[in-house]
């Protein structure tokens, strides 16, 4: 079979999981908006422990959307490969979708927060990335504090457990997260790969 044809094919499967997972991406975040809206709510209204439900679900919205971002990221780096393969066997630039993407959107392989990158290369991209995470953060915050006093109504136990458990967990996701995005340690795992396999892209 022809490569250039299994590049092509493989090209178009990367493209539909970039569509794929900015879908999913933005499905999560109106998901996580509408749950804790309700839970502020309610909050509000008369169970001020539903406070306490927003700070776990403000993390797992975090975690659950830079897991989404890092698939984009991932489809990113194999579909700029295979771009630059089909340019090189066409003996022409006509792909130069990566090209775009690295300059509008945010650049692979570069230091950067998930997709936030700081410097000349920051964007609207990275700005969203960074206005979703404070509106979280916040949400986090007020979550704990209207429901601090409910929270310690229920007792030291409780208040232990449930401190020691939220602050152990948003410790290790912001370690993980920072080791994995801003070190580059997952890119360049899909780096040893594709230099690999393209060796003269």
């Known amino acids: 079979m022809d490569p250039s044809k299994l590049a092509a094919d493989q090209l178009q499967r990367m493209r539909g999981m970039n569509r794929y997972y900015h879908e999913r991406f933005f499905a999560d975040v109106r998901f996580a908006t509408i749950a804790m809206s309700a839970l502020f709510v309610v909050g509000f209204w008369e169970a001020p422990l539903a406070f306490l439900l927003i700070p776990p679900l403000a993390l797992l919205a975090a975690t659950q959307t830079a897991f989404d971002a890092s698939y984009l990221i991932f489809s990113r780096q194999y579909a700029e490969r295979l771009e630059v393969y089909l340019n090189t066997t066409a003996g022409a630039n006509v792909l130069i979708a990566h090209e775009l993407e690295n300059r509008y959107l945010f650049p692979l392989n570069d230091r950067k927060i998930v997709t936030a990158r700081f410097g ?3 964007s609207w991209f990275g700005f969203m990335t960074l206005f979703y995470t404070a509106l979280g953060v916040l949400a986090f915050g007020f979550g704990l504090a209207l429901g601090w006093t ?3 109504d229920a007792g030291g136990m ?6 020691s458990a939220l602050g152990g967990s948003s410790v290790v ?3 993980v997260g920072w080791w994995w ?3 580059g340690a997952g890119e360049a795992r899909l780096r040893a790969v594709l230099d690999l396999h393209f060796p003269n892209e």
């Open 173 to 175: 996701a912001l370690g």
């Open 181 to 183: 995005f801003v070190t």
């Open 150 to 152: 409910a929270l310690t």
């Open 158 to 163: 409780w208040t232990a457990a449930y401190v």
């Open 120 to 122: 000349e290369n920051f």
